[in-house]
């Protein structure tokens, strides 16, 4: 079974330009999620969707983060202007399901430098 | 305000000894509980979880033992092996809403041959 993939796995890019990264999920994989994980800390959920919906951006910086994953398969997020604390490693996952019991499998992540 | 603590940044452990991480957590609605391992430049891998229901789970060398009272829980590691070394972060999930996983910041554990 393939993984999680993402691309590119590293970005740097200066403060005020915009940015993209892409994730397509393991096949079948309905619920995907978007994490950044800054240097020292566990990774935090910044969007969550299931099928092409979303069912939680309560902690997506909304006014320069966005997301979508039009066809319900792989998403795009993307960061527009970038500041100096967006540096992190962003981080993208899927699961089967929508639920504790379904364990979420992860990419290996773009690393992010902000110039 | 940090709802699940792993408060040792690093634990250091002979081969073939036992390696505890702990966790501790604040919200009592988390009702599911995970262990990721992260190696360098990768990302975290499904480890094992428990659910509130149990205080135990065991998955061949690795064991999470979970005492709601104190709400903590501890990842045991029988025998631990060299290729163990890498960063474990504990996570949970509040069951209701969006099943949201909420991070520590992870242990890193090195295992000395």
């Known amino acids: 079974e393939a993984g999680v993939a993402q691309s590119p796995r590293y970005k740097i890019v200066e403060k005020r330009q915009s940015v993209a990264f892409w994730c397509n999920p393991i096949?079948?994989?309905?619920?995907l999620y978007w994490y950044q994980q800054i240097l020292g800390q566990g990774p935090k959920l910044l969007i969550q969707?299931?099928?092409?919906?979303?069912?939680?951006d309560s902690q997506l910086p909304k006014d320069r983060f966005s997301a979508e994953r039009l066809k319900g398969v792989d998403s795009t997020l993307k960061i527009q202007p970038a500041k100096l604390e967006d540096s992190a490693v962003y981080l993208c996952?899927?699961?089967?399901?929508?639920?504790?019991?379904?364990?979420?499998?992860f990419g290996d992540g773009t690393r992010l430098s902000i110039l | 305000d940090q709802q699940v603590k792993q408060n040792s940044p690093s634990l250091s452990v002979q081969e073939g000894r036992i390696s505890i991480l702990n966790c501790d957590y604040t919200?009592?609605?988390?009702?599911?509980f995970l262990w990721y391992k992260k190696y360098p430049a990768e990302g975290p891998t499904f480890l094992i979880s428990?659910?509130?229901?149990?205080d135990k789970n065991e998955d061949g060398r690795f064991t999470v033992f979970l005492n709601k009272s104190a709400k903590h829980l501890s990842l045991h590691i029988v025998p631990s092996q060299p290729g163990d070394s890498a960063v474990y972060f504990c996570?949970?999930?509040?069951?209701?809403?969006?099943?949201?996983?909420?991070f520590g910041k992870g242990t890193k554990l090195s295992v000395i041959p």
């Open positions: 996952a899927s699961s089967s399901s929508w639920g504790g019991n379904q364990p979420q499998h």
């Open positions: 096949s079948g994989h309905a619920t």
């Open positions: 969707f299931q099928n092409n919906g979303v069912v939680d």
């Open positions: 919200n009592s609605m988390f009702d599911y």
């Open positions: 428990i659910s509130s229901i149990k």
């Open positions: 996570a949970a999930i509040a069951g209701a809403g969006s099943y949201q996983l909420t």
